[in-house]
């Protein structure tokens, strides 16, 4: 059964910083790709950014690119999303996404 479980979400204000983690199970973590999604109030849930197997590749929508960094740990089965510069407009929910699974999300809110 695939598992994802994100954590690292809060309360920041705008400028400040977030690293968000997604922990996984159930599938082989090193031979897929995964991704980052987030849903703001009363808006659909977009895609943030994604990363390769081994990372060598990465994607980030233009509104986060130069402020967000993803990366992956093998190792521990583990994706993070760092996350700079934040803005008031970065409030949402963040998820975890590989294939059609979900994590349950993690909450960030950017206070002005």
């Known amino acids: 059964e695939v598992q994802l479980v994100e954590s690292g979400g809060g309360l920041v204000q705008a400028g400040g910083s977030l690293r968000l983690s997604c922990a996984a199970s159930g599938f082989t973590f090193d031979g897929y790709g995964l991704g980052w999604f987030r849903q703001a109030p009363g808006k659909e849930r977009e895609g943030v950014s994604c990363i390769s197997s081994v990372g060598g590749r990465t994607f980030y929508i233009n509104s986060v690119k130069g402020r967000f960094t993803i990366s992956r740990d093998n190792a521990k089965n583990t994706v993070h999303l760092q996350m700079n510069s934040l803005k008031p407009e970065d409030t949402a929910v963040y998820y975890c996404?590989?294939?059609?699974?979900w994590g349950q999300g993690t909450q960030v809110t950017v206070s002005s």
């Open positions: 996404h590989f294939q059609l699974n």
